[in-house]
C-alpha cells in the first residue's frame, strides 16, 4: 500500500489500486469509534450518451439516479434489511457526475464491507421492479419540484446549459423516467458499473492491512466483467444569449440567481483543486460577509441571510450560481453584475483581506477534519491523484493573491452569465 | 468537571482529546411563555450580529475570521417547557495553529463582548441595527411557507396544542409579533434574561479548564442569581375530539403530517421501548411506514415518523399525490394497528435495537453529540451508563412494545393540498 503522511495533521491515507482496477483510500482516524465507507462510481446524471463499443447510446434522462435506487431491491430482499441486521446506516446519492454508495458503523466493519461490496457488484433487475420503482421516484421528483430554492437553482444550470444533458434535473422528469426500460437500466450497469470506475474511501476505526484484506478477498470471490470501450459523450452547446429568465411559482419574496458558466479550461488533479480553491477565495473577497460588497448590499436592504453562493468543478464542466430571496430583484441583479465586473481590477488590492480570510478557510479545513463524513465526503477519487481536506489545506496555505487573482480574471473574462427570477403572479418587479 | 462560576450558573467540562476542535456552548434557559418567543428570537439575532466593539456585521465577521474561522451562532430553543437562549463557539485547538496561538482565551473574550456589551444607544439597542434585524426576521418567518414540509410540521403543532400557546406555538414568533417589539422593551427583556436566567455553560475538547472557568469568572454580569425551577415534562389538555387542518396550495405534492399523544418521557419506564416502536412504526429505513408505504405500494418517497419523548408525542409526515391521500391515512393506520398486534419479524426488531446501539456509540465520534447528551441528561436529571443503556435497549420485547403502541391516540391531523402541478 502507498503511504501518504500528514504529520503536520496526525493523519495518515493508505492508497492500494486493486488487480481488478478498484481503488482504495483507507485513512485512519485514531480513538474514533465509527467506520464510514464510502464506493463511489464515476457515473452520474450527466452521462446518459456514450458511445459503447463503438455504437451510440443514447439514454432517458434520470436513469443514473433510477440505478442508484434498483440497486437497493434485490431478489427476494431490500438491502436496508442487511444493514439493519448490523444496525449500521447507510444511503446513497447521485450528482451530475457521481453515484456514492455509504455506509457508517460502530460495529462488524467487515460484514458491512461485504454487503456494501456486494450490493453495488451483483445486480439484480426485474422488469416488474423497474416498473415499481418509477412511482416512488415521481413523488420524490414532485417533493424536488415543490422547492422553490431547489427549482431556481436547477433551472439557472438549465439555462447556463441550454440543450444539454445539464439542463436535466439528477433524477430527470416524470415522462423520461416512465420510459426507462429493463434494457436501460443493465446497460447503463454493465457500461459503468466497473471496479476500474469505482472507488472506495474508508475513513475512521479501522486497521489499514487487515481492512485491505477483507476488500482483497471480497474482490477475488468475483469474475471481472469483459473489457468494453466506452466513450462518454457530452456536448454543452454555447449559449446565443444571456438574460433573465423569469418563472412563476408560490413563493414569499422573488428568488434571484446569477448564475456563472466557466468557459476557461481547468486543470487536473491538484492544480483543479487549486483552481477550486482559488474561486472559492475570490467569492469570499467580494461576496462573503467579511467583504464591502456584501455590506453595502445588506445595508440597503437588497440582501439578507438567504444570501448565498456555490462553485462546482465538476468532470467536464465548472459554474457558479449565487442566490438570494430579495424584494429588489432587478436591482440586486444589476449591483451583482457591477461587483462582478470589477473583481480583476480590484482584487491586487486585497492583501489584508487575502490574509484574513486564507485564516477563515485555514480554521475551516481543521474543523472539517473532525468529521469522517466530511472527510469521505469531500474526497474525489476520479481526479487522477488522491486529493485529501489535508492536502487542500497545505495548497490553501501556499496559496497567494497573485494566484487568486489569475484564476478570477481567467474565470470571469470568459464566463457567460444568466439570472434566474422566480416570482408570484403578484409580486412586482422594483 | 463541574464547577459553580455563581450561583445558578453551573460549567461542566467535557475534556477529550479525540478532535482538534473545541466547543463552549453557553444556554440561557427559563420556562417558556409564548409571549416571550418573537423576543428572544430577535434577541438572538441581535446579540449575535454585532456589539459595541465590533458595531457591524462586517466586524464581527472579520473577527471570526481572525480567530480562524470560529463558528459563532446565537440561537432559540426549547426543551419541554424550557425556553432556552444558546450561545455556541467552535474552535480550532491551537496545536493546529501557528506556534504561540492563545486561541481560548482570544475567544473567551469575544462571548464576552457579545454577550455582555451589545450595540446598544443608550437603553435600547442601536435603532438603525434593530430594525434591519427585525426586518430579516419578518422576512424569515414569511419564507417558512416556501419550506412544505416545515410549514406542515408547525402548523400540526399549532393544531395539537390547540389551546396552549405556549407549546403551541412556532419558537421563532409571528411576523406580527415580531412587528410589535421596540428596541427599548427588547433591551429590557434582555436585562431580565442575563440577570434571571439559569446558566448552564457547556465546554467540550482538550481545553485548559483553568482558563476557561476563569475566562467565565470575568463575565460581569454572571452572579448569583436564583432561577424558578419547574417540570421539562410537557402535559397537553385533554381534547375532545382529533383536530383538523387544510391548506389548499399550488404545487407538485401534497403533505400529510399526524400527530398523537404518546405520554411517555425520557427516563420513564417505557422509554426504551417507545424509542424502538417509533423506529419500528416509522423511524426507520426498514420501518413498517417505510416499507409498506414507500417500498411495496410506490406511494410516497418520503414518509417517516418521529417520537419527542421530552413532550410525549410522536408524528408521521408523507410527501404524497393528493388523489392518494385517503389511502396512505387509512395505510398509517394500519401499520400502527400490526405494531400492537406485534406483525413484525423478530429479525427487524433486533436489527432496529442493534441500530440503536450502533448509533449511540456512534454519537462519540461527535463533539457537538457529546455536548447535547451531556446537557440534556443534566436537565432531565436522568443518567445512565453506556452499558446500561445498551442493556435497556436489548432488553425491551413485544409486549412492551405492543404497549406503547396502545396508548397512541390520534389528536391532529394537517393536510397540505396541492391538486397538481403549480
Not at chain 1, 462553485?311 to 429588489?328: K, L, P, Y
Not at chain 2, 445512565?384 to 396502545?406: C, F, G, H, T
Request: net charge negative; charged share 25%.
Amino acid at each position: 500500500m502507498e503511504l501518504i503522511d500528514y504529520p503536520n495533521y496526525n493523519e495518515k491515507l493508505y492508497v492500494q489500486k486493486l488487480a481488478n482496477g478498484l481503488t482504495v483510500y483507507l485513512q485512519p482516524k485514531a480513538g474514533f469509534n465509527k467506520t464510514t465507507a464510502v464506493l463511489g462510481v464515476n457515473y452520474g446524471s450527466i452521462d446518459s450518451e456514450f458511445m459503447l463499443n463503438g455504437e451510440k447510446v443514447v439514454q432517458p434522462a434520470g436513469i443514473a439516479h433510477f440505478l442508484e435506487h434498483k440497486m437497493f431491491d434485490k431478489k427476494d430482499y431490500d438491502v436496508f434489511e442487511l444493514f439493519n441486521k448490523t444496525g449500521a446506516r447507510s444511503n446513497a446519492f447521485t450528482s451530475f457526475t457521481k453515484t456514492n454508495y455509504l455506509f457508517s458503523t460502530a460495529e462488524s466493519v467487515k460484514e458491512n464491507l461485504d454487503i456494501l461490496l456486494d450490493f453495488v457488484q451483483i445486480p439484480y433487475f426485474t422488469q416488474q421492479k423497474v416498473e415499481r420503482e418509477k412511482g416512488i421516484i415521481d413523488q420524490e421528483i414532485n417533493m424536488y419540484k415543490n422547492d422553490p430554492d431547489n427549482q431556481a437553482y436547477f433551472e439557472t444550470i438549465a439555462n447556463l446549459y441550454p440543450h444539454s444533458v445539464l439542463s436535466n434535473d439528477i433524477a430527470g422528469d416524470v415522462p423520461s423516467v416512465d420510459k426507462i426500460t429493463l434494457e436501460d437500466v443493465e446497460l447503463a450497469y454493465n457500461t459503468f458499473y466497473r471496479p476500474e470506475n469505482m472507488s472506495l474511501f474508508i475513513a475512521g476505526k479501522l486497521d489499514p492491512d487487515q481492512t485491505l484484506e477483507w476488500i482483497e478477498a471480497n474482490q477475488a470471490r468475483k469474475q471481472s466483467p469483459e473489457p468494453v470501450t466506452v466513450k462518454r459523450l457530452m456536448t454543452l452547446p454555447q449559449t446565443d444569449s444571456e438574460g433573465i429568465h423569469r418563472s412563476t411559482m408560490d413563493v414569499s419574496r422573488p428568488k434571484v440567481t446569477l448564475g456563472l458558466r466557466g468557459n476557461d479550461p481547468v486543470p487536473k488533479g491538484r492544480e483543479g483543486l487549486k483552481y477550486e480553491i482559488a474561486i472559492s477565495a475570490m467569492f469570499d473577497l467580494f461576496l462573503s460577509e467579511n467583504s464591502i460588497e456584501y455590506d453595502k448590499l445588506y445595508h440597503d436592504e437588497i440582501i439578507d441571510d438567504s444570501f448565498s453562493w456555490e462553485f462546482e468543478n465538476e468532470r467536464g464542466f465548472h459554474f457558479a450560481v449565487i442566490s438570494c430571496d430579495t424584494t429588489q430583484p432587478l436591482e440586486l441583479i444589476k449591483r451583482l453584475k457591477e461587483i462582478i465586473s470589477t473583481i480583476p481590477d480590484k482584487i491586487h488590492n486585497l492583501t489584508s483581506e487575502f490574509q484574513l480570510q486564507k485564516n477563515e478557510l485555514f480554521g475551516n479545513y481543521i474543523e472539517m477534519m473532525d468529521s469522517e463524513e466530511t472527510i469521505s465526503g469531500q474526497f474525489d477519487g476520479f481526479i487522477g491523484e488522491p486529493v485529501t481536506i489535508y492536502d487542500e489545506v497545505e495548497i490553501l496555505k501556499s496559496m497567494t493573491l497573485d494566484d487568486v487573482a489569475a484564476v478570477a480574471t481567467d474565470f470571469l473574462k470568459t464566463a457567460t452569465v444568466q439570472e434566474g427570477l422566480i416570482q408570484n403572479h403578484e409580486q412586482p418587479t422594483d | 468537571m463541574k464547577y459553580e462560576i455563581a450561583k445558578g450558573i453551573g460549567l461542566t467540562t467535557i475534556p477529550t482529546t479525540k478532535f482538534k476542535n473545541s466547543k463552549i456552548i453557553i444556554n440561557f434557559t427559563f420556562r417558556a411563555h409564548h409571549e416571550n418567543y418573537a423576543k428572544l428570537a430577535l434577541l438572538a439575532e441581535l446579540l449575535e450580529n454585532c456589539s459595541a466593539k465590533y458595531d457591524s456585521e462586517l466586524l464581527v465577521s472579520r473577527q471570526l475570521s481572525k480567530m480562524y474561522g470560529a463558528s459563532f451562532g446565537v440561537t432559540v430553543l426549547r426543551y419541554g417547557n424550557q425556553h432556552t437562549l444558546q450561545v455556541s463557539i467552535t474552535f480550532p485547538n491551537d496545536k493546529y495553529l501557528p506556534p504561540k496561538s492563545e486561541l481560548t482565551s482570544e475567544i473567551l473574550d469575544f462571548l464576552r463582548e457579545m454577550i455582555e456589551d451589545p450595540f446598544v444607544d443608550g437603553d435600547q439597542f442601536n435603532l438603525a441595527y434593530f430594525r434591519i434585524h427585525q426586518n430579516n426576521m419578518v422576512n424569515y418567518l414569511d419564507s417558512i411557507q416556501d419550506n412544505k414540509g416545515f410549514f406542515s410540521t408547525l402548523q400540526l403543532q399549532k393544531l395539537y396544542y390547540s389551546n396552549d400557546q405556549d407549546h403551541g406555538s412556532f419558537l421563532m414568533g409571528t411576523p406580527k409579533e415580531t412587528k410589535a417589539i421596540t428596541s427599548p422593551k427588547l433591551y429590557e427583556f434582555y436585562g431580565q434574561v442575563l440577570s434571571q436566567s439559569k446558566i448552564s455553560i457547556l465546554v467540550g475538547g482538550d481545553l485548559d479548564e483553568n482558563v476557561v472557568v476563569n475566562g467565565f469568572k470575568k463575565f460581569r454580569s454572571f452572579v448569583d442569581r436564583t432561577p424558578d425551577t419547574f417540570d421539562l415534562k410537557v402535559v397537553p389538555d385533554n381534547v375532545e375530539k382529533v383536530q383538523r387542518g387544510t391548506k389548499n396550495i399550488a404545487g407538485s405534492q401534497s403533505v400529510l403530517s399526524i400527530a398523537y399523544r404518546l405520554p411517555i418521557y425520557f427516563g420513564d419506564a417505557q422509554y426504551f421501548p417507545a424509542v424502538i416502536f417509533n423506529q419500528l412504526f416509522g423511524g426507520s429505513s426498514r420501518s413498517l411506514l417505510f416499507t409498506n408505504v414507500r417500498e411495496k405500494n410506490s406511494m410516497a418517497y418520503d414518509i417517516h415518523s418521529s417520537y419527542n419523548s421530552l413532550v410525549g408525542m410522536a408524528s408521521v409526515q408523507a410527501g404524497i399525490d393528493y388523489k392518494n391521500e385517503e389511502r396512505v391515512t387509512e395505510m398509517v393506520a394500519e401499520q400502527l394497528k400490526q405494531m400492537i398486534d406485534g406483525h413484525y419479524s423478530d429479525e427487524l426488531l433486533e436489527g432496529v435495537k442493534q441500530a440503536l446501539i450502533n448509533q449511540h456509540r456512534s454519537e462519540a465520534d461527535h463533539l457537538s453529540a457529546l455536548i447535547e447528551k451531556q446537557y440534556v441528561q443534566q436537565i432531565m436529571g436522568f443518567s445512565l451508563s453506556d452499558a446500561d443503556w445498551e442493556s435497556q435497549v436489548e432488553a425491551v420485547n413485544r409486549e412492551q412494545i405492543s404497549e406503547v403502541a396502545k396508548q397512541m391516540s390520534l389528536r391532529a391531523v394537517y393536510q397540505l393540498n396541492s391538486r397538481g402541478q403549480s
